[in-house]
């Protein structure tokens, strides 16, 4: 059964410290993809500043690690930056030239898929 997605994730497996999730929508595409948007705004304030959207730009790949690893080794996840131009991260890739600004909100779409049939 290593050839489909049989391991999902909750919300709280989603969740960054220093941010709430203000939106989450899971969609198993097939049984190969499953996508999971999540739209994280701050939680203290309006607005992310630079810093803390550089941070959280951080965390987030960090995070697209942390699901990978958890993972069979031919499932795969990636990351997609709807706010900066569909920008993605593949887990354990190269670091991304992001330039940071102040947002109200970072709206990104985490994709689990398998990579090749065992």
């Known amino acids: ?3 489909v ?3 999902s994730f909750e919300i709280q ?3 960054i410290d220093g941010a709430l999730v203000n939106g989450f929508w899971m969609t198993l595409e097939d049984r190969e993809n499953l996508t999971t948007e999540v ?4 939680v203290s304030g309006r607005t992310f500043a630079s810093a803390a959207t550089g941070r959280m730009i951080c965390e987030i790949t960090a995070k697209c690690d942390r ?3 958890l993972l069979p080794k031919n499932v795969n996840c990636e990351v997609t930056f709807k706010d900066f131009n569909d ?3 593949t887990a354990n890739g190269k670091p991304l030239d992001i330039q940071a600004m102040e947002m ?5 779409v985490y994709r689990l898929y398998v990579e090749y049939h065992i």
């Open 87 to 89: 920008m993605e991260y």
């Open 39 to 42: 739209a994280y705004s701050p």
């Open 13 to 15: 497996d989603y969740m």
């Open 5 to 7: 997605i049989s391991k």
């Open 104 to 108: 109200d909100e970072i709206r990104v």
């Open 67 to 69: 699901l990978k690893s």
């Open 1 to 3: 059964m290593k050839n």
